[in-house]
């Protein structure tokens, strides 16, 4: 008798999730999942809640209505205490804005979200990530003496640091010229891969999208394809 094994829940799964702000709707029952080690690409006009999408996905905000879910535990119902302790350790987030803290050294920032989890042997996997990203030697440095290329590339290593089950990226490319840009992505996207991370890649960025194993489109609140 051969054993066939059953996959396991989407690293990240939204359920007719909808939100809005002052009474004014934003979201209208959005569904969506990534799955581990997949790549999926959320496009849309300004305005249109992508960053409201990803902030609930990554349990910033609680959603006022619908589901979330991570690798098949809803995360949606917990307080934000505890959405917290899961997020640290099941997601990582990269924001077009580096967000690096800029008394801590290039070695500390990466370090931070595993810090924050208790782990203190966590130095030479982030030396290992920062000789991914090409900055091994610059571990010393302060965020102030680095390119905004190379700030990015810093945030890519710290959000990949926990080995996430998904990695939630808002523009993270938007701030960068095109060589910059391209280095960036395929180092995220190249990394999260090789993790077996799910991505979520929200960009205005055609070039970006296409690396995506799936494009989504955004418009008026509805997921589109």
């Known amino acids: 008798m051969t054993n066939t094994a059953l996959p396991g829940p989407p690293a990240l799964e939204a359920r007719e999730v909808r939100h809005g702000f002052g009474g004014h709707p934003v979201l209208h029952g959005v569904s969506l999942a990534v799955e581990p080690g997949e790549v999926v690409a ?8 992508k960053s409201t999408l ?43 804005h580096h967000y690096l803290l800029e008394d801590l050294s290039v070695l500390d ?14 130095e030479a996997r982030a030396r290992a990530l920062l000789e991914r990203v090409g900055l091994l030697g610059r571990e010393r440095d ?15 290593a710290r959000a990949l640091v926990t080995r996430p089950a998904v990695v939630l990226a808002d523009e993270p490319t938007g701030s960068l010229d095109r ?6 992505a395929e ?9 077996g991370a799910g991505v979520l890649l929200v960009t205005h960025d055609e070039r970006q999208a296409a690396r995506a194993d799936r494009a989504l489109h955004l418009l008026d609140g509805r997921i589109g394809v």
């Open 42 to 49: 959320v496009s849309g006009p300004s305005g249109s809640g």
């Open 54 to 96: 990803l902030h609930l996905l990554g349990g910033l905000d609680t959603p006022q209505g619908g589901e979330v879910w991570w690798a098949g535990e809803r995360v949606d119902l917990l307080d934000t205490q505890a959405r917290a302790r899961r997020r640290a350790g099941r997601i990582g987030l990269v924001f077009q």
């Open 109 to 122: 920032n990466v370090r931070v979200p595993a810090l924050l989890r208790g782990e203190g042997g966590s």
């Open 142 to 156: 302060l965020p102030g003496v680095l390119s905004g290329g190379e700030r990015q590339r810093v945030a890519v």
């Open 179 to 184: 060589a910059n840009a391209d280095r960036v």
């Open 187 to 195: 180092l995220l996207l190249g990394l999260a891969r090789e993790q």
